[in-house]
C-alpha cells in the first residue's frame, strides 16, 4: 500500500464522524424549529376552535303587536324600529315562569345576545304576516354561554372553568339543554360580519375584505414599478456611480422600520395629498413603499441568474436589448420574480405598524366595498381583539390568526400555480 | 511576466499575406481594452468570401475576444473596448451610423456551448426571422425553418418533433440547431467560437462536414483548439499569440511550414 492509501484511510474515520455529527446538527435543528411551528400552530388552531361555533337558543316568541309596539298594520319603517327585544324578553320570562326578581331576570336576559333582536328583526321583517301570532326561532346566545357550554360537558359541574355565569344562570342552561333547546353550530356570523363590540357577533369579513382591499392596491402598485425598475438597474442602466447610489439606496429602504413609511404616509398622503383616512388606498400604497425593495432586490437577482449563454445566443441572431429582455430574460426571470413578489405581498399582508399611523386601526363594523372605504386588516383586527377584554375574544383572535394564515396559504398556492405555470428548463 | 513581456515585444508584425482579393471583412489595426489591460494589439486580417479561416493560438491568446470584435458582441461587456477600424464590405462596423443590431443580422454567432433558447424546435429557429421580419406569413417561416434545419443537416432527425424543447437535444443535436439558428437570418458572415469543443468526435465530424457545405454560401471565421480541426476544415489559418496576429497563410502552408518560430512550437506541440 502507498503512503496516500495510509493517510487516508487514517483519516477516512474522523471524516465520517465529522459528517454524522454535522446531519445531527441538521436533524436537531429542523426538528426544533418544526416542533415550535407546530406547538404554535396547535395552540392557535385549539384556542380558535370556539370561534368557529356558536350556540343558539330555542325560543317561542309571541308576536303580538302591543308587545312589538306597532300598529295593526305596521308599514317598514316601523317594523324596523319595532320592540324585538321586549319580545324576546317576555318570551325568556315565559320559559322561566319562576324568575321574578329584577336582577334574577336581567341575568336571565343576558343569556340571549344583544344580536339576538336583530336576528328576530329580520325574521319579522321577511314575512310580517307572523305578527300577532307566534314564532319559533333560534336565537343567538350570549359569548359566556357559548364559550362555556364549548367548555365542559356538563354546566352545572364545571370544575375550575371560569365563567361569569352564576350557579343558577347555570341551572338555566342546563335546563335548556336537557329540553333540546340549545344547540351548537358552525358560526357563518364570523365569516359575513364586521367588526362588533360583542364578541358574538364580531367577525372577521370587513378585515378580510381590507386586507384583499390593500393587498390589491399593494401589488397594482408595487409589482410593475418593482419590474420595471428592476429590469432598467440590471438590463440598460450604465454602471456608474449614480447607479451604485441608487443601489445602495434600495437596499437600505428595505432596511427602513415599517412605522416609518406609515409616518410619511401620514405626513405625504394624507395630511397633504388629503387622501381618505383608515382607506385600503393609502394602506396600500404604503405598504407598496414598502414592498417595492423587496421585489427589486429579489427581481434583479433573478434577472442575474438567466445564463448569459442565453442573452448572447439572442444578441447573436441581432436580437435588440429590449428583444432579448422581454422575449428570453424576463421570462426564465418570471419564477423568481414571482417568488420575490410573494414574499413581499406576504409582508405586507402581516404589516400593523404602519397601518396604525395611517388610521387603519378604526372600528369597522362594515364590509368596505372599495379602496375608498374605511378598512381594518386582518392582523390590526387580530391587534385590536387580542386587546378587548371579553373572553370570547381570545378565541375571536386565534380565529382571525387563522384566518390571516389561510390568506398566506392560498396566495402561496397561486404564486407555485403561476410559477409552475412560467417554469422552463434550459 | 517579463518573459511573456519580452516575447511580447519580440513579436513585431505579422508573418504571412494578411489581405486577400474582395475581401469580406476586413479588419486593420484593431486593438482591444479590458478595461486598462490590452487583449488584443494592432491585429490586421482579411476574411474572404467562402472561405472557412480558423483562428488558433495558446488559452487567453484572445481568440475569442477578437473574433467577438467582428459582430460588436464585445459591446455588451461595459468594460470592453476596441479601436482600429472593423470592415465588412468596405463599410466600418464600428462608425457611429452603424446598428449592432442590423450588424448581426449579417454577421452570425455560433458559441462554444450549445445555448439554444428554451422554446421548441421550430421557436428556436423561427427566432431571428420573427424578429427581424424575414417571413410574410407562416408558410414562409416554415420554409425558412426547415430549410434552415436542413443546411444544418438536423432536419431528418427532428421532423417528427419540432415542438419539442430545444433543449431536449443531444449537445451535437443542439450545437447543430443553434447553427441552423443563425444561418435562418442568411447572413453574411458566420463566426464560429470553438463550436466542437462540447461535443463527441462523431458529432464533430457532421459538424465539420456541415462547415465545409455552409462555406459555399458564407465566409467562415471559427475558433478551434484542435489543430486537426483547423487542418480539416480552413483554407488560410491564423496563430494568436498573447493578443497579437503571429502569423497567416494557408492553411496547409501553416500546417507543414511554418515561418514563425513560436508558430511553429505551437503547431509541433512545444508550447504549452
Ligand atoms: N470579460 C472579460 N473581462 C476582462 N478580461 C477578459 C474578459 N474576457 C477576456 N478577457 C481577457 O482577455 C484575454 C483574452 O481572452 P480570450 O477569451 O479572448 O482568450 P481566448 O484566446 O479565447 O482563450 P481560450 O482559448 O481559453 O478561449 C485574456 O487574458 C482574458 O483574461
Ligand atoms: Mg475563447
Excluded at chain 1, 71 to 87: Q, V
Excluded at chain 1, 160 to 171: F, H, P, S, Y
Excluded at chain 1, 411 to 421: G, I, P, T, W
Excluded at chain 2, 133 to 154: F, H, P, Q, T, Y
Aim: hydrophobic share 45%; with cysteine; glycine share 6%.
Amino acid at each position: 500500500m502507498s503512503d496516500t492509501t495510509e493517510i487516508v484511510k487514517a483519516s477516512l474515520a474522523r471524516r465520517y464522524r465529522a459528517e454524522r455529527r454535522f446531519r445531527f446538527y441538521g436533524v436537531l435543528a429542523i426538528t426544533i424549529s418544526l416542533s415550535f411551528l407546530a406547538f404554535l400552530l396547535i395552540s392557535i388552531v385549539f384556542r380558535s376552535i370556539p370561534a368557529f361555533t356558536q350556540s343558539s337558543i330555542h325560543l317561542d316568541v309571541a308576536l303580538d303587536a302591543e308587545t312589538l309596539g306597532v300598529s295593526e298594520n305596521p308599514d317598514y319603517a316601523e317594523l324596523r324600529t319595532a320592540n324585538y327585544s321586549g319580545a324576546i324578553k317576555k318570551a325568556m320570562r315565559e320559559r322561566f315562569p319562576d324568575v321574578s326578581k329584577r336582577k334574577e331576570k336581567k341575568n336571565l336576559y343576558s343569556l340571549i345576545s344583544s344580536g339576538a333582536e336583530f336576528q328576530l328583526r329580520d325574521h319579522v321583517i321577511s314575512d310580517p304576516t307572523i305578527i300577532g301570532g307566534n314564532t319559533v326561532i333560534w336565537l343567538q346566545a350570549d359569548d359566556e354561554l357559548d364559550a362555556l357550554v364549548a367548555a365542559v360537558d356538563d354546566v352545572t359541574n364545571i370544575g375550575d372553568v371560569k365563567t361569569r355565569l352564576n350557579e343558577q344562570q347555570r341551572g338555566w342552561i342546563a335546563e335548556l339543554q336537557q329540553a333540546g333547546e340549545i344547540k351548537t353550530r358552525f358560526n357563518k356570523t364570523f365569516f359575513t360580519n364586521g367588526d362588533s363590540r360583542e364578541p358574538e357577533l364580531a367577525g372577521i369579513k370587513a378585515a378580510l375584505f381590507g386586507s384583499a382591499w390593500t393587498l390589491l392596491v399593494t401589488f397594482l402598485l408595487s409589482f410593475p414599478v418593482a419590474v420595471c425598475a428592476a429590469i432598467y438597474l440590471e438590463e440598460f442602466a450604465p454602471v456608474n456611480r449614480w447607479t451604485d447610489l441608487i443601489e445602495v439606496n434600495i437596499n437600505n429602504l428595505a432596511a427602513v422600520p415599517s412605522i416609518v413609511f406609515g409616518l410619511l404616509g401620514l405626513a405625504v398622503f394624507i395630511n397633504f395629498f388629503a387622501l381618505p383616512r383608515s382607506a385600503p388606498l393609502v394602506g396600500g400604497i404604503v405598504l407598496s413603499l414598502m414592498t417595492l425593495p423587496t421585489i427589486i432586490i429579489s427581481s434583479r437577482a433573478a434577472l442575474k441568474a438567466v445564463p448569459p449563454s442565453i442573452r448572447e445566443a439572442a444578441q447573436g441572431i441581432g436580437a435588440s436589448q429590449v428583444q432579448v429582455v422581454f422575449h428570453h430574460v424576463l421570462p426564465l426571470a418570471m419564477p423568481g420574480i414571482l417568488t420575490g413578489t410573494i414574499i413581499g405581498l406576504a409582508q405586507a399582508l402581516g404589516e400593523t405598524a404602519p397601518l396604525l399611523m395611517i388610521g387603519m386601526v378604526a372600528f369597522i363594523v362594515d364590509i368596505p366595498a372599495g379602496i375608498t372605504d374605511p378598512a381594518t386588516v386582518l392582523p390590526v383586527q387580530v391587534f385590536l381583539w387580542a386587546d378587548s377584554p371579553e373572553r370570547a375574544f381570545v378565541a375571536k383572535t386565534s380565529a382571525a390568526i387563522v384566518v390571516l394564515l389561510l390568506f398566506l396559504i392560498v396566495m402561496n398556492a397561486v404564486a407555485v400555480l403561476l410559477r409552475k405555470k412560467f417554469e422552463r428548463r434550459w | 511576466m517579463d518573459e511573456a513581456q519580452a516575447v511580447l515585444d519580440s513579436i513585431e508584425g505579422t508573418v504571412g499575406e494578411i489581405a486577400v482579393d474582395n475581401p469580406k471583412m476586413s479588419m486593420r489595426d484593431v486593438d482591444v481594452f479590458y478595461a486598462e489591460k490590452q487583449a488584443i494589439f494592432g491585429v490586421d486580417l482579411d476574411v474572404a468570401n467562402n472561405e472557412v479561416i480558423a483562428m488558433i493560438g495558446p488559452s487567453g491568446c484572445g481568440k475569442s475576444t477578437f473574433l467577438r470584435c467582428l459582430n460588436r458582441m464585445n459591446d455588451t461587456i461595459p468594460i470592453c473596448r476596441v479601436s482600429g477600424s472593423v470592415m465588412l464590405d468596405g463599410d466600418d462596423i464600428y462608425a457611429a451610423d452603424q446598428d449592432p443590431v442590423l450588424l448581426r443580422a449579417r454577421v452570425g454567432m455560433v458559441f462554444q456551448k450549445p445555448n439554444p433558447f428554451p422554446k421548441s424546435i421550430f421557436d428556436n429557429v423561427a427566432y431571428g426571422a420573427r424578429i427581424h421580419g424575414l417571413a410574410a406569413n407562416r408558410a414562409e417561416l416554415d420554409d425558412i425553418v426547415v430549410g434552415s434545419l436542413k443546411r444544418a443537416g438536423l432536419y431528418e432527425e427532428v421532423k417528427s418533433r419540432l415542438d419539442a424543447p430545444g433543449t431536449s437535444l443531444s449537445g451535437g443535436q443542439q450545437q447543430r440547431l443553434c447553427i441552423a439558428r443563425s444561418i435562418a437570418v442568411s447572413p453574411e458572415v458566420i463566426l464560429m467560437d470553438e463550436p466542437c469543443s462540447a461535443l463527441d468526435p462523431i458529432a464533430t465530424a457532421r459538424i465539420e462536414e456541415l462547415i465545409d457545405e455552409l462555406r459555399e454560401n458564407y465566409a467562415i471565421a471559427i475558433v478551434t483548439h484542435s489543430m486537426q480541426q483547423a487542418a480539416r476544415v480552413s483554407q488560410r489559418t491564423a496563430y494568436f499569440h498573447l493578443g497579437k496576429l503571429v502569423e497567416v497563410g494557408d492553411t496547409n502552408e501553416i500546417f507543414t511550414n511554418p515561418q514563425h518560430e513560436l508558430t511553429e512550437n505551437y503547431i509541433t506541440g512545444r508550447f504549452g
